[in-house]
Each structure stands twice: as structure tokens, then as C-alpha cells.
């Protein structure tokens, strides 16, 4: 069955702290892993990663993947109260359109 | 470009009370979803489909039902609402085809069912 894990659940930082989410993965017939962002209401669309070791960059956040070891990252540096939000990975299932999504990391930027 | 509308925002149902989710969206998209929210669940698939006339189950399908009768309106029909579909519900659409997954989203729907 395919799966995303995400961890941690939660976290806590303050202003200008450095983050690392994880989202580690199992399917069949892997065709690329989605990060989201989800503030109060719908998620938001962040990077679609298809290639291990190339580095997605957007302003301070950047997302990397390993198709070896099954897992994907990302890092949101100077965080700011603005970055709080929940993240959310995701994998289409079985290569089809559907996404599986994990549960999610929590993160709060406290000033 | 208005994206995925999602209607209503917020209902309150009594138990056994039946209603419908609207969601349209005018990109043209062949694929769309749609997907309940729970705290400590993340998002969970409910039904999907593939195009106009096709339909097909996701992960949570049980007390809903769906029909897919134009390309641009995916409506989510809950038959007898009970007190577990209390949750927030998020339509979303993309592309088919290749490799664009990238989903779409409504801006949700908050259901209570008392």
C-alpha cells in the first residue's frame, strides 16, 4: 500500500531559525512527490519533485529528494511568523493523478 | 480566472439530513477530487474521477456519492449525514495526463453534523 510519512508532527521555532521537514515514502511506480502549504484554508501548491539530488528552490524555501532512500525534504531557512502553516507531502498513488497525502507538519514561528 | 469554487463555505446538519457540496472549476482540468479533513488525518481521498462520466472511489467513500456529468462540475451528495462526516471538505482538480499532479484546491467546506 502507498504511504507518506511526515515527520515531525509538529514543531516550534523562533524568528530566523532554520527548519527541516521530512517526508519519507513508499509506492508503486513512483512518478513524483508535491509539497504543499496549508495555512487556514486550502492548500497551496509549493514544489513537484521528479528527479533525486536536484534542489527545488523558491525565496528562503528549497526541497530536495532521494529516490534511493525514499525520502524527501524541506528546508525553510530565516524562518519567519509568516512560514507557520501546516505542510503537507504528497505522492500520486500507484501512478495514477490520485495523491496520498501524510499527516502533515505543524510548524509555528514564534517571534 | 476563478480556479475551483467550492459552495457553501460553513453547514450545519441534523443527523439523517442529505445535501450537496458544489464544485466547479473552469480550467478545464480532466481529474478532480475531493478530499475530507481531520484533525490528526491529514487529507483523505473520498471520491475522484477522470473525466466527464467517470467516477471512482478514493480511500473514505462510504455515506457519499458523487457524479461527474460535464468537465467542469464534480458535486460530493452526502445521503444520510451522520456525526462522523463532520469534517472539512476540499474539492481540487488537475491536469490529466503525464506527469501533472499538481492539484488545485476549492477553499473548503466546513460541515457539522449534530
Known amino acids: 500500500e502507498d504511504k507518506v510519512v511526515q515527520s515531525p508532527l509538529s514543531l516550534v521555532v523562533h524568528e530566523g531559525d532554520t527548519v527541516t521537514l521530512n517526508c519519507s515514502y513508499e509506492v508503486t511506480n513512483f512518478r513524483s512527490l508535491l509539497w504543499y502549504k496549508q495555512e487556514k484554508k486550502a492548500p497551496t501548491f509549493l514544489f513537484m519533485l521528479t528527479s533525486s539530488g536536484i534542489e527545488k528552490k523558491s525565496g528562503r524555501l528549497s526541497s530536495i529528494l532521494d529516490k534511493k532512500e525514499l525520502f524527501s525534504i524541506l528546508n525553510i531557512t530565516a524562518t519567519q511568523t509568516g512560514d507557520s502553516a501546516v505542510y503537507l507531502c504528497?505522492?500520486?498513488?500507484?501512478?495514477?493523478?490520485?495523491?496520498?497525502f501524510g499527516k502533515g507538519t505543524k510548524l509555528t514561528v514564534n517571534p | 480566472n476563478a480556479g475551483v469554487t467550492q459552495t457553501p463555505k460553513f453547514q450545519v446538519l441534523k443527523t439523517g439530513q442529505s445535501m450537496t457540496l458544489q464544485c466547479a472549476q473552469d480550467m478545464n482540468h480532466e481529474y478532480m477530487s475531493w478530499y475530507r479533513q481531520d484533525p490528526g488525518m491529514g487529507l483523505r481521498l473520498i471520491h475522484y474521477s477522470v473525466g466527464a462520466g467517470i467516477t471512482d472511489q478514493g480511500e473514505v467513500p462510504n455515506g457519499y456519492n458523487v457524479s461527474r456529468s460535464t468537465t467542469e462540475d464534480f458535486p460530493l451528495r452526502l445521503l444520510s449525514a451522520a456525526p462522523s462526516q463532520t469534517s472539512v471538505y476540499f474539492c481540487a482538480s488537475s491536469y490529466s495526463g503525464g506527469t501533472n499532479e499538481k492539484l488545485f484546491f476549492g477553499s473548503g467546506t466546513q460541515l457539522s453534523v449534530l
Open positions: 504528497a505522492i500520486p498513488q500507484g501512478g495514477s493523478e490520485k495523491l496520498v
